[in-house]
């Protein structure tokens, strides 16, 4: 009985990814990220109707791949991902308005590395709009992106318009995640600085999409008096330049009253009549909210503060349990697709 519903069901299958590949043409990972739910969904439903077991999949594997030796991602190991992916998102409408915008592999990122539905969702698109790739996205994921997105403090509402103060709100991360950086706790800032300026690829990627490197220890020229801004930034979304500074000591309130000259400078000296008000960031080494609060309350400029950590590290109850990218890779033997 069983093998007869198998045969029945390869025959479905086969008109599934024949369709599949005349129009992969036009939209290949949307019709291959659909195909591999139709896929789980069929197996689902025959393995809770029928009771098949798990060593159908291995019967399916094999005919699939004699039926097209072409096409890659028939292993075993990839359509059982395929069931849990069917199985994690049973509504088909979703499928194709969002989780079809991202690579297969990256959907398998998901489902290996998080739980919840509204997390892994998230992350589907963050992705699609800010063309993570599936590096960065495991890198999102182990630094806990979704919790540290939005996180820090300013006083943007009060001094930006919306919806540019929402905007920016997004923008600020707490804390900042500098694990590539091979530096200790006892760090200098001009080392930091330095590591930065190293690593700057990396350190564009952490602070997210839309920021663009104007120069480092950017000159301002006031009055008889000359300035430095640690980092400038220019934000195409925000249409705006962020002034970042790098603190490694406990915050003090000073810091604010600094950026926010450093900000009416630039605002006077660098920014254009068509630009948005400049933004700034300061980074410290320690949190201390309650000083923050109060520091930032009477500011005239727009800042955020935030702190950022040189170590990054897995909760204890995940470390060893996670496969690595390399292992996914190997998993899938081809079945990601660009």
Known sequence: MISEECEGFLAELKEHIGTAQVRAAVSVNRELVQLYWQIGR?????????????????????DLRQAFPEMKGFSPRNLKYMRAFAAAWPDEPIVQEALAQIPWYHHVVLLTRLQRPDERLWYVQQTAANGWSSNVLVHQIETGLIRRLGAGQSNFERTLPAPQ????????????????????DAAHERELHRGLLAHLREFLIELGVGFAFVGSQYPLTVG??????????????????????????????EYTGKLNFYLSAVDDLVRHPDDQPSIGI????????????????????PIGVATYQLVGALPEDLEGRLPTVEELEAELAGAHVE
């Open 42 to 62: 069929g197996i689902l439903e025959r393995q809770e109707q029928l009771g098949w077991g798990a060593a159908v999949i291995d019967r399916l594997s094999a």
């Open 165 to 184: 103060s929402d905007l920016a709100e997004q923008l600020l991360k707490d804390p900042y995640n500098f694990d590539f950086l091979t530096l200790g």
């Open 224 to 253: 008889n008096s000359d300035f430095y801004v640690d980092l400038l930034f220019y934000h195409l979304r925000l249409r705006c330049f962020v002034v970042v500074e790098l603190k490694v000591g406990d915050f003090q309130p």
């Open 282 to 301: 300061l980074l410290r080494k320690t949190p201390d909210r309650l000083v923050v609060e109060y520091a930032l309350r009477d500011v005239s400029k």
